[in-house]
């Protein structure tokens, strides 16, 4: 069964014991480590949780290359958040460098705008990173691990609502739909002698936008024959769906991982609580 991530990027995972854990498990375990990022209030912990993040990454054969595709944002976010630390704020602390970019002269006295750097504006921007990078770890995990089937099937025998199951499975099918529909209208206009590398940065953009035109006629298309689907089964926002069809018992992996976590997750609460 594919996860989201092969239905988004086309990137399989590889068999591991993680993936044949219960669907559940595998829904539990990104909640409760997204979670944690609560609990992280200083730069210890939120290191804690950066590392055990990646550590349940690579435990479930997420190939490496999917979050090296990453690193581009991780460094452009982590520049952003350094430039809002040294450029408009001053952050307390021992000052490592300090460069005046602006001296205006008034009445009520001098107003500087200076680029400081200091040793809490560099932990502050580390914590941050660690931070972002921790959310992105989590959410790699939970579309690599994770299909819309298993969603409905996981969120069924939890005993949730059919509003809340089948729209969250809806939600993340009807992205790998956007993304088929749109490769299908790339190349539809590529065919007709449309060249998106070579054209400047304004005319692609008007590219895509006339691309969006069929895009939403297919959206309305889907959304139509989904909704038409749900009402002739009889489902509503309301409607309590059994949860005996492919329900598998829990195994004592699952119990060992579910106890694991949860103890991680209290030990990161009381760390919070504590701190």
Not at 41 to 58: G, I, P
Request: proline residues 3%; charged residues 15%; hydrophobic residues 55%.
């Amino acid at each position: 069964m594919p996860t989201l991530l092969e239905e988004f990027v086309g990137a399989r995972v590889g068999g591991s014991p993680y993936l044949r854990l219960h669907s559940v498990t595998r829904i539990i375990v990104p909640f409760l480590l997204s979670l944690n990022v609560l609990f992280a209030k200083d730069l210890l912990s939120v290191a804690a949780l950066c590392s055990l993040s990646f550590a349940v990454l690579l435990l479930s054969g997420v190939p490496l290359r999917v979050v090296r595709g990453y690193l581009a944002l991780i460094a452009s976010v982590t520049i952003f958040i350094a430039l809002a630390f040294m450029l408009f704020t001053k952050v307390p602390g021992r000052v490592l460098w300090e460069l005046q970019l602006l001296r205006v002269q008034a009445e009520r006295g001098v107003w500087e705008w200076s680029i400081v750097v200091t040793d809490a504006s560099l932990l502050r921007t580390l914590y941050f990173s660690l931070r972002i990078l921790s959310m992105i770890f989590i959410a790699t995990l939970f579309i690599a691990t994770v299909g819309d089937r298993d969603m409905l099937w996981g969120l069924r025998r939890l005993g949730l609502p059919a509003g809340i199951t089948v729209g969250a499975s809806l939600f993340f099918r009807g992205i790998g739909f956007f993304l088929s529909d749109f490769a299908v209208v790339k190349e539809a206009m590529e065919a007709r002698g449309v060249d998106f590398e070579r054209t400047g940065l304004a005319k692609r953009f008007m590219l895509y936008v006339n691309a969006l035109i069929p895009l939403l006629s297919l959206l309305v298309t889907r959304s139509f024959e989904i909704s038409t689907a749900l009402e002739t089964r009889g489902i509503s926002p309301g409607t309590r769906l059994s949860g005996s069809y492919h329900s598998t018992p829990l195994s004592r992996g699952d119990y060992l991982v579910l106890a694991a976590i949860c103890i991680v997750t209290l030990a990161f609460a009381g760390w919070f609580m504590c701190g």
